[in-house]
Structure formats: C-alpha cells, structure tokens
T-cell receptor, first 111, second 115 residues
Framework: DAGITQSPRHKVTETGTPVTLRCHQTENHRYMYWYRQDPGHGLRLIHYSYGVKDTDKGEVSDGYSVSRSKTEDFLLTLESATSSQTSVYFC??????????FGQGTRLTVV | AQKITQTQPGMFVQEKEAVTLDCTYDTSDQSYGLFWYKQPSSGEMIFLIYQGSYDEQNATEGRYSLNFQKARKSANLVISASQLGDSAMYFCAMREVRNFNKFYFGSGTKLNVKP
C-alpha cells in the first residue's frame, strides 16, 4: 500500500459543471500522474507532475487542468464537464525506479 | 505511433497451464522501464512485475516472469500454473526516463482462466 487516496470514489455531475478530483499521497513521492481508463483504450495519461507547481500535459489533456500546491495533493479539474469525460480516473505515483502504484480509481459520470 | 501495443484483446487458458501475454513497445529512449499490471473485476490496478532496459536477466516474481527481448522491443508476460484468480485484465506499461518518467499503457488483454 503506497498510501494513495482518491476522492471522491464515485461522482455524477451535469454537463457544463466544473468538477475537481483529488489525489492524496502520504509518502512524499515526487512524481504523480492522472489517467483515464476507457474500454478499448487502456489507460491514457491526462496530466502529470514532477514536483510542487511542476506539471505538464499528457496525451489527452484537453478539457482538463491540474494543480499541485503541496507534495501530497494532486488535483484534477474538469473545467466544464462533457459526456465524453465520463470515465474511470486513476491517480498514480512513482515509487523509486521499479514500481508505480495506483489509487482505487474515481468513477465519474457526466449526464 | 502507439508506445505500447497489446495485440490480444482476450485470451483463454486452462487452469494449471502456462500462458503468455504479448506486449511490444516503441521508444527511442535508451533508459526505460517496463511494467505489467493486473486489474481484476473489482477495478484496482495491481503491480505485478518490472523490467529495466539495462537488466540482462528476465525479471521473475513468483509465478510471473517477463520475457524481455530488447532487440525486438517485446516484453511478454508469462504466467505459469494459471489459477482461477488470475482471470483479469492485464496491462503492459512503459516508463521513459528521459521523458519526465511518463508512463504509457497498452489497451490491455482480458485473461479468462477455465477450470
């Protein structure tokens, strides 16, 4: 257990509303990642962070923003949720060179 | 171009037999890591095994081994003595060290173990 907690675990929101997902870690890891998982696509990288206030875009960053003001928290914001953003969102951290651990996932439904 | 390719959307294996899940990757980075994850129906991502690009020996972790063929850019997962609990989605992933350590994932292989 790498001490990663995602919140909320489930959320239903309406199209056009902003949504923020939180990833919290307790072990001071530098690298954190947000992925979305959709059938047939595996996990696709949305944004990542390599330190406090150091973030960059991944493969599917349009419509998403992130912030990392503290080492332990990495926030993912959907600025104006759309139905295409209905997905399962995973946060991950890199632990050393040989391992990476994932949170439990957040199931987001945009109606 | 896709960084990770898993060509087997679904596979069946008889309990107690071995099974190989295919993974090929694409990178120009000399330093990278290869990972396999298991995702059971409950949804969590479980780390299984890691292979570094400079490791000369194939990685092994219990019943899991990684068949690393660097020149062919393949990193196949071998599960020996399959168990019913091995039924799950399996994802291959790569981390590029010089690319901010970003992880790239394949689309996954769904393994079904038959009794």
């Amino acid at each position: 257990d790498a001490g990663i907690t995602q919140s909320p675990r489930h959320k239903v929101t309406e199209t056009g509303t902003p949504v923020t997902l939180r990833c919290h870690q307790t072990e001071n890891h530098r690298y954190m990642y947000w992925y979305r998982q959709d059938p047939g696509h595996g996990l696709r990288l949305i944004h990542y962070s390599y330190g406090v206030k150091d973030t960059d875009k991944g493969e599917v960053s349009d419509g998403y923003s992130v912030s990392r003001s503290k080492t332990e928290d990495f926030l993912l914001t959907l600025e104006s949720a759309t139905s295409s953003q209905t997905s399962v969102y995973f946060c991950a951290i890199r632990s050393g060179n040989t391992e990476a651990f994932f949170g439990q996932g957040t199931r987001l439904t945009v109606v | 171009a896709q960084k990770i390719t898993q060509t087997q959307p679904g596979m069946f294996v008889q309990e107690k037999e071995a099974v190989t899940l295919d993974c090929t990757y694409d990178t120009s980075d000399q330093s990278y890591g290869l990972f396999w994850y298991k995702q059971p129906s409950s949804g969590e991502m479980i780390f299984l095994i890691y292979q570094g690009s400079y490791d000369e020996q194939n990685a092994t972790e219990g019943r899991y081994s990684l068949n690393f063929q660097k020149a062919r850019k393949s990193a196949n997962l071998v599960i020996s003595a399959s168990q019913l609990g091995d039924s799950a989605m399996y994802f291959c992933a790569m981390r590029e060290v010089r690319n901010f350590n970003k992880f790239y994932f394949g689309s996954g292989t769904k393994l079904n173990v038959k009794p």
